[in-house]
């Protein structure tokens, strides 16, 4: 969340982000409670300090064998309005905090303004596409050849949506898993975690997903759990409420499966891979000092970027336009992919900063040069999205027989597999 103090303070900024984000967000309200908050505590604490020198002098009047009952009446009144204004003042920050929470991150001074995904900027393109001398088949398509998958029956089991991977397409799965957290872990530094893959509600309040996104996310009510929508979530959480105790920055990497029930989008890219409600992805979480979160955004995109170049793949990387960053972002650079059978781009990884949105949500400090608790920067991003990244190396690498040849970088992991041709009946 934002700090309350630079809504008092630079009103006219904090307007500026929200109308650059497009966020129709009643900062009018947000004032009203704040002022209101502030008033009643003033109130209160002047009642509290009189009762509290009275009662001193009632003290000494009954050594003195004076009569107080009076005094003592209307201290029991006063008591009575300190209970009073206490309560108003209880059920005035739980408004105030829940209307805060609502309130989104505002961009960054460098992010282009925009409305839309169509304002997006092209930062640069790496590669080039393949020239195919055959019409490329969609993923779907190779998988039914070659026996990757099995939708009709990951419907049955389940529902639309949550993909069944077989065979050789099972394995390419667990190997890109672990070619991209070796290559994270080994090369970029990153400390590898399994964390759970159900969170509770102040962890996806502190990430910003709740209350924002809640339709999109599978809620399991009896436990009050959720199914994590990306390993971001727990391990952001990690220091939840915590003084982080080890120099920054403290670098992440994690495989989950992620959940996401994408409320908004029933009916769009339903064959395949590209958009489902269950997919792999290995994340990339970085705690840093806020002077330097700006640069090590750059380094968090330049390390997924390294996947896709060892993968020999061909991307591109976008700047986000204001008013298509997340809730919580400052700042996103997003990848995508070329996807030749497809047809298009296909987004595999969001890198964003959200300098100290999440960290004061969740509560995570660290003790700055003067050794004083202050809230870190928190960065993510994808390290990538294994379902597009498969539609993306199905696709890419085909060939005209029906079969597809593996990356170089990935065979290690596929016991030395070349080529992946139809199974044997």
């Not at 209880?90 to 282009?112: D, G, Y």
């Not at 399994?194 to 599978?218: C, I």
């Amino acid at each position: 969340m934002l700090d309350i103090k630079r809504l008092r303070d630079h009103e006219a900024e904090v307007r500026e982000g929200l109308r650059r984000k497009h966020s129709p967000v009643d900062l009018d309200a947000v004032l009203a409670l704040d002022a209101e908050r502030r008033r009643l505590l003033g109130e209160v604490e002047a009642m509290k300090s009189r009762r509290n020198a009275v009662s001193k002098e009632i003290g000494i009047r009954k050594k003195k064998g004076e009569d107080v009952e009076a005094v003592m009446a209307e201290m029991r009144a006063l008591g009575d309005q300190v209970s009073a204004v206490d309560q108003r003042v209880r059920e005035v920050e739980e408004q105030l905090a829940a209307l805060w929470l609502t309130v989104p991150n505002l961009p960054h001074s460098s992010v282009p303004e925009g409305r839309d995904s169509a304002d997006n900027k092209v930062v640069r393109i790496e590669g080039t596409p393949r020239s195919f001398t055959f019409k490329p088949r969609p993923h779907f398509e190779l998988g039914d050849v070659l026996g990757l998958f099995d939708f009709e029956r990951a419907t049955r089991m389940t529902g639309a949506g949550f993909p069944l991977y077989l065979g050789a397409g099972a394995r390419l799965e667990r190997a890109l898993i672990q070619f991209m957290l070796d290559v994270h872990t080994t090369e970029h530094g990153y400390h590898e975690m399994s964390p759970p893959f159900v969170v509770n509600t102040a962890s996806m309040t502190g990430t910003g997903q709740l209350p924002k996104m809640k339709d999109d996310m599978y809620h399991m009510q009896v436990d009050d759990l959720w199914l994590i929508p990306t390993a971001e979530v727990p391990v952001t959480n990690y220091f939840r409420d915590e003084i982080i105790d080890r120099p920054l920055p403290v670098s992440f990497a994690a495989y989950t499966p992620c959940f996401r029930r994408e409320a908004g989008s029933a009916g769009r890219e339903t064959r395949g891979l590209i958009r489902v409600h269950q997919f792999d992805k290995v994340e990339m979480v970085r705690f840093v000092e806020p002077a330097t979160s700006y640069d090590e955004l750059e380094k968090l995109v330049g390390h997924a970027e390294a996947i896709l170049k060892k993968l020999g793949l061909h991307y591109r990387v976008l700047q986000l336009c204001s008013g298509d960053l997340s809730f919580a972002a400052a700042k996103c650079y997003d990848i995508e992919l070329w996807a030749p059978g497809h047809n298009g781009w296909l987004e595999v990884s969001s890198c964003s900063n959200f300098e100290d949105f999440q960290a004061r949500r969740a509560g995570i400090r660290y003790r700055n040069a003067e050794g004083k608790p202050t809230f870190v920067h928190t960065l993510n991003g994808s390290g990538v999205a294994l379902a597009r990244l498969m539609v993306a190396i199905l696709e890419n690498n085909q060939q005209e027989d029906g079969s597809v040849i593996l990356p170089e970088a990935i065979r290690p992991y596929m016991g030395g597999m070349e080529r992946i041709v139809p199974p044997t009946r």
